[in-house]
């Protein structure tokens, strides 16, 4: 076990309104007025240059994109592997790295196209988002 603290992300100008929505336990993204293209990664410009973004919140709904099992993690993260490093594509068609969580590291229990829902890590005062399985509808 790593005696190591784990590091947790410092806010930043631009991702401040993204942590304090996690700090909620909501998820968002930026969406550009201007051309309507949304992204997970915050920033002041569009790759389109309008300067007209507006954090949305998402459903907390996806698919399981790409993802890789990590064995050998840095440190900080060696009492925690392996985990799964994972792509998810958002129903708002953003795509965001995340962990996938409540499932085996193991690519027969990881299809690709899988259907994932949000839950949440907690690192001390800091909520990160994480995908699951998503439960079978009915359930």
Same mark, same amino acid.
């Given at each position: 076990?790593?005696? !190591?603290?784990? @590091? ?11 942590? !304090?929505? &996690? ?15 949304? %992204?997970?990664?915050?920033? $002041? ?10 954090? %949305?919140?998402? &459903? ?12 050998? @993690?840095?440190? #900080?993260? #060696?009492?925690?592997? @392996?985990?799964?490093? #994972? ?10 790295? %995340?962990?996938? +969580? ?5 690519? #027969? ?16 005062? +800091? ?7 998503? $439960?079978?509808?009915?359930?």
């Amino acid at each position: 076990m790593s005696g !190591e603290p784990k @590091p947790v992300p410092r806010p930043t100008p631009e991702t401040r309104p993204y942590w !304090e929505a &996690t700090q909620r336990r909501e998820l968002v993204h930026h969406r550009c007025d201007g051309c309507g293209a949304g %992204t997970q990664h915050p920033r $002041a410009i569009c790759a389109c240059g309008s300067t007209d973004l507006t954090w %949305t919140s998402c &459903t907390g709904r996806g698919r399981l994109f790409s993802y890789v099992v990590v064995h050998r @993690p840095e440190p #900080a993260f #060696a009492d925690e592997a @392996p985990f799964v490093l #994972a792509i998810v594509e958002l129903e708002e068609g953003v795509r965001m790295t %995340t962990r996938i +969580v409540d499932v085996p590291a193991d690519p #027969a229990a990881l299809p690709l196209d899988m259907d994932v829902e949000l839950r949440w890590l907690e690192r001390g005062d +800091v909520n990160l988002p994480v995908f699951a399985p998503a $439960a079978p509808e009915g359930t």
